[in-house]
């Protein structure tokens, strides 16, 4: 025999014809793999007017019967749109009849009692069921409307009755089993249940969500899905965050805590009778039945992040009691809350200072004045004496909470909401947690709510997808490249993250690896074996695309892809030559994202970009962080920064930026042809994919001018004058066709060594910057300068600065090849480490 289900579909999944055929054909694909019973709330819109209709009798209104006409004709105009049927337009009709009456009887009577408002506002849904059951009927499914208030059991609290647990089993059991075994689909109404002298009653706030969780636990199904016109539970309302993100999975508690601070979410209530049986509940969008929707269950999956989603309740009241007489005194709070109960006052949080002299309370605003009365008519003999020093109320308050079952033993929680908060100037009034750990409750003014929920969204990372990993203490890298440089710092990566971990307290995760091709994303991190699998395969040209679990698409849709999940201080390390990267950082910085670059063309193309990559990174309160683009390994940038945060100004620097035109003209000065040294230069991994770059001094330019950029040297007015060592036309030459150009080049080039050795100098390729000017080109510079005595592939650069005039800061070592190159982004990667490892 086949599972059970209860499907039950919302006002708006019911609006009308074509909305009822909508739901129809859901319910046929649902039914290929469960057998179902339906609840279906009244048409959208039909509550609230039969709510208008009875007061407006009970006020004596003579346009009633017209409006009552009216509600008629709109439900069989739906008949007629649904095809129609004499026997259902009867039942309809019958139904409009009883309302009719009912109308008839508060006019006379003035008045809509609890009992007549039950059986009044029942009707919507009796008249839905009768509607949808037709449409079910219409696609070929054997469709019964059922009225619940015939079966389901409840108390006599009129408005808001409580089911009768261990009657509503048995009296449902009884009901609609008779009908599944023969192969019917019931179509039951929501909200209303039978008072035990046989009067309808309605089941309140959530009450056709109530209805089928009841009947889910009855008849012991499987799963319980409820069909509304949203996509299913949001991390926070999307009105008010608009970056809000569907959750995947709550657990009843959380869902719960939700629902209570104003989340729209199943009602506490509705959960009750699944999770005493562990049945799952699913929201589901019958707009997108496409959409997997929001599962709420036993289960607890503890993520990466323990914040499962915010929520706020407005229109509060916090009221205080403050005194030094209070401390220590036994029985306070029972009569605090005491005096509350007596006037029938629900308190919606509560705060205690640990000296025992102060306790703050919220509850609805209505309340606030009356239970300040309350309080100070309890305590009129401690305010007499001065042992209870005042009792306010402040009006215009809002409950912020932050929701999740992950905060349980997680430390820092509370700490990261207050500084969101501090960050989002708003100004947080009281704060309550209880010792579940399952809800911390922010009392703030009304006007911050909004500040509070956004603040507080961003500081979780809710705007992404929980990457379900079990802890808070990644480092996870977004690796755009995957060429030399990047497998090489894939193995720095791995054989460092001991030091990592011991240094900074963070697990560093390689999560996505990025080519031309596509990518490869483990939101969790990639596994060793995987990376050197991928690596492996790099190494023999496959593309990412083509690996296993490897996904096509452009470098940005691969970043975003890994964005999109709720990453552990994610950092984009690009290590590509990629034309496009400053829109991706762009992406990035605003998706919470740290960036380091090896990459020079986002730094160095024009200042406007320039501005605007640093000004987004302080907006959105990021770290771009450039040092392999002008140093390779040196701490060039590194120290340039120190130099102005100590308040030093720069006033010039000039050297030898690339460590592959170093390594060139020292084989030159050892007197080797030009082409030699190129090729050995390429063959050793000093050079660009294309030689040509290096060669043509357009490599240094770009060095030179984010070294500008980055002092603060170069303006809008900045002149750039470029002397290479070959034309930047020969760019993209098949490497046979540039060899034999090069060979061209040998002896010019040797005899313009010996030339300088003539003179007692040597040929150096040197960057000068200075205020609005960069000057790169090969320079005759003495033997025994800085510059002069540099061999292979050294770097050197000399800072000049208000401090280091006379005699230049200089910083010199290795500066080209893979694993320096790729040490200097490591380098990068901790120093963001260690500012992130700190929050």
């Not at 009602?267 to 049945?279: K, L």
């Not at 770290?623 to 100004?649: Q, S, W, Y």
Request: aromatic letters at 4%; a negative charge; proline letters at 4%.
């Amino acid at each position: 025999m086949q599972p059970l289900e209860v499907h039950k579909f919302g006002g708006t999944s019911v609006a009308d014809a074509a909305r009822m055929r909508a739901v129809a054909q859901i319910v046929a694909d649902e039914r290929q793999r469960a057998r179902l019973v339906v609840v279906s709330s009244a048409t959208a819109g039909t509550t609230d007017a039969l709510v208008a209709l009875g007061r407006a009798a009970a006020e004596g209104d003579s346009q009633v019967a017209e409006r009552c006409q009216a509600l008629r004709e709109r439900h069989l105009q739906i008949l007629s749109d649904l095809g129609g049927d004499e026997a259902v337009e009867a039942r309809v009709g019958a139904i409009c009849q009883q309302i009719a009456g009912l109308l008839g009887a508060v006019a006379v009577t003035a008045e809509l009692t609890p009992r007549l408002a039950d059986r009044l506002l029942a009707s919507g849904e009796k008249l839905a069921v009768q509607l949808l059951a037709q449409a079910l009927r219409a696609v070929g499914i054997d469709a019964c409307a059922c009225d619940a208030d015939g079966f389901l059991d409840t108390d006599g609290q009129f408005g808001r009755a409580q089911a009768l647990t261990g009657v509503v089993e048995r009296t449902a059991r009884a009901a609609l089993l008779p009908l599944l075994e023969a192969g019917q689909l019931p179509v039951v109404t929501g909200f209303c249940g039978r008072a035990p002298d046989g009067a309808t009653t309605t089941l309140g706030r959530g009450g056709s969500d109530l209805s089928a969780t009841l009947l889910a636990a009855a008849l012991q199904a499987r799963e319980v899905s409820i069909w509304t016109d949203v996509d299913g539970v949001y991390s926070a309302d999307p009105r008010v965050v608009p970056d809000a993100r569907v959750l995947r999975h709550l657990n009843y508690r959380e869902a719960a805590e939700m629902s209570y601070y104003g989340a729209k979410v199943l009602h506490q209530r509705t959960m009750i009778p699944v999770q005493t049986h562990e049945i799952p509940v699913r929201t589901r969008n019958s707009l997108r039945p496409e959409a997997p929707g929001t599962v709420v269950d036993a289960r607890f999956t503890p993520g990466s992040h323990p914040v499962k989603a915010v929520s706020a309740v407005r229109g509060q009241a916090l009221l205080s009691i403050e005194g030094k007489g209070m401390a220590g005194v036994p029985g306070i709070s029972a009569r605090l809350f005491g005096a509350l109960a007596a006037r029938g006052i629900s308190v919606t949080m509560i705060s205690q200072s640990s000296s025992e002299s102060s306790i703050c309370l919220a509850m609805p605003e209505s309340d606030g004045e009356a239970a300040a009365a309350a309080l100070r008519q309890a305590f009129r003999g401690e305010l007499s004496r001065g042992e209870v020093e005042e009792i306010t109320v402040r009006h215009d308050v809002g409950l912020v909470a932050i929701v999740g079952l992950g905060m349980a033993h997680t430390p820092g929680v509370a700490g990261r909401a207050m500084t969101a908060c501090g960050r989002a100037d708003v100004n947080i009034l009281a704060i309550a947690q209880g010792s579940s750990e399952l809800n911390i409750t922010l009392a703030v003014s009304t006007s911050s709510i909004g500040r509070a929920l956004r603040a507080l969204h961003q500081a979780f990372g809710l705007h992404r997808i929980d990457t379900g990993a079990e802890d808070d203490a990644g480092l996870d890298l977004i690796l755009l490249g995957s060429g030399s440089i990047g497998r090489a710092l894939v193995r720095l990566v791995q054989t460092r993250r001991e030091h990592i971990r011991e240094r900074f307290g963070l697990e560093a995760r390689i999560v996505a690896l990025i080519d031309r091709s596509g990518y490869l994303l483990a939101p969790q991190g990639l596994s060793d074996a995987a990376l050197e699998a991928a690596l492996q395969a790099k190494a023999d040209g496959e593309a990412c695309a083509g690996l296993p679990g490897g996904q096509s698409g452009n470098a940005s849709e691969a970043v975003q892809a890994a964005l999109e999940y709720r990453l552990s201080r994610p950092i984009l390390v690009d290590v590509s030559d990629a034309e496009g990267a400053a829109e991706i950082f762009l992406e990035a910085f605003a998706r919470g994202c740290d960036v380091v670059t090896a990459n020079k063309k986002p730094l160095a193309g024009s200042l406007e970009h320039f501005e605007q990559l640093q000004a987004a990174a302080e907006q959105a309160g990021r770290v771009l962080k450039a040092e392999a683009t002008v140093g390779a390994g040196l701490p060039v940038l590194d120290t340039l920064e120190i130099l102005v945060a100590t308040g030093d100004r720069l006033l010039g620097a000039e050297g030898c930026l690339s460590g592959t035109l170093g390594y060139v003209m020292a084989e030159l000065q050892a007197g080797r042809p030009f082409s030699e040294a190129v090729e050995e230069a390429r063959q050793r991994g000093f050079t660009e994919p294309d030689p040509v770059a290096d060669l043509s001094g357009a490599d240094v330019a770009r060095k030179a001018l984010i070294l500008g950029r980055m002092s603060g040297l170069l303006g809008a007015s900045a002149e750039v004058e470029l002397e290479g060592l070959v034309p930047s036309s020969w760019a993209g030459m098949a490497p046979d066709a540039l060899r034999t150009r090069l060979r061209e080049l040998d002896a010019p080039l040797a005899a313009r060594i010996e030339g300088a050795a003539a003179e007692g100098r040597v040929l150096r390729y040197v960057a000068r910057v200075e205020p609005d000017r960069v000057r790169v080109g090969p320079l005759e510079v003495p033997k025994d300068a800085p510059a002069g005595r540099l061999s292979g592939s050294e770097n050197l650069i000399s800072f000049r600065s208000e401090r280091y005039d006379a005699i230049p800061l200089v910083v010199t070592g290795p500066g080209a090849g893979v694993e320096v190159t790729a040490m200097g982004v490591l380098g990068d990667i901790l120093r963001v480490a260690a500012e992130r490892g700190k929050l």
